[in-house]
């Protein structure tokens, strides 16, 4: 009977890229953070808050994907010379070969901390090893507090995972017991860091980055 072959790792190449990505930011000196969180979570404006709280203190650049638009590169480019806006089209996160083709428009030697915000989803990007040295995992309490529980691979790989729009808690049904209560039962070693992002409030953020990134 005739073998069939069988493509037992459909994300190998995308894997061997996201390799020559880590290898050339190593090289580079650059820390670099994938930001993954759902449509609206925040994660642009935690990058604007990040941004401007790290202004002379850190060289920074960002890539930014997004299925259709540059309105996020635009926003992060007020802050930052080097952005790189990856639209994705019909797809729904940001792979190897594309985070390696944005970086051929940026000079990574000269930045310190690349931060990569993935298109607006909390399953696939999981998956796409992008050459990061972090991944971050955001959260925010109008989402809803089942998210962490429905979206297990994430908390599972994150190094970090954030909850935003906490100047929200009063107004929204979120428990954050619950949420808590549910990333501790996937992970009880799992860091969590509150922050309002639109309201400047990211301190323990910053300070969880500044100690991974090489600083002026
Ligand atoms: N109240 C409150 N609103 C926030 C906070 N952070 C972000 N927002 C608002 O949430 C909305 C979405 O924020 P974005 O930063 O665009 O979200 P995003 O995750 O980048 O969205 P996509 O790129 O479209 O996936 C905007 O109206 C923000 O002003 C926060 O901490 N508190
Ligand atoms: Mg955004
Ligand atoms: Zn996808």
Request: hydrophobic share 45%.
């Amino acid at each position: 009977m005739k073998t069939i072959p069988v493509v037992e790792n459909v994300l190998k190449l995308n894997d061997e890229v996201a390799l020559l990505n880590r290898r050339q930011f190593t090289q580079a000196g650059v820390f670099v953070v994938d930001l993954i969180g759902a449509p609206g979570s925040g994660k642009t404006a935690l990058l604007e808050a990040t941004l401007k709280a790290l202004a002379g203190r850190c060289r920074t650049g960002v890539i930014v994907g997004d299925p259709a638009t540059s309105r996020d590169g635009e926003r992060l480019g007020r802050y930052c010379e080097q952005v790189v806006q990856v639209n994705t089209g019909h797809g729904c996160h940001l792979d190897a070969n594309q985070v390696r083709q944005a970086m051929g428009r940026l000079n990574v030697t000269d930045l310190d901390l690349l931060f990569i915000e993935n298109v607006g989803n909390l399953i696939c990007p999981v998956g796409f090893d992008l050459g990061q040295n972090a991944k971050v995992g955001l959260f925010s309490v109008s989402e809803g507090d089942d998210k962490a529980a429905k979206h297990p691979h994430l908390v599972l790989t994150a190094d970090v995972l954030l909850l935003n729009k906490i100047d929200l808690l009063a107004y929204v049904s979120f428990s954050r017991d619950r949420f808590m209560e549910d990333i501790r039962h996937l992970r009880a070693d799992a860091e969590v860091i509150e922050l309002a992002a639109s309201k400047g409030l990211i301190k323990a953020w910053i300070d969880w980055l500044l100690p991974r990134c090489r600083t002026r």
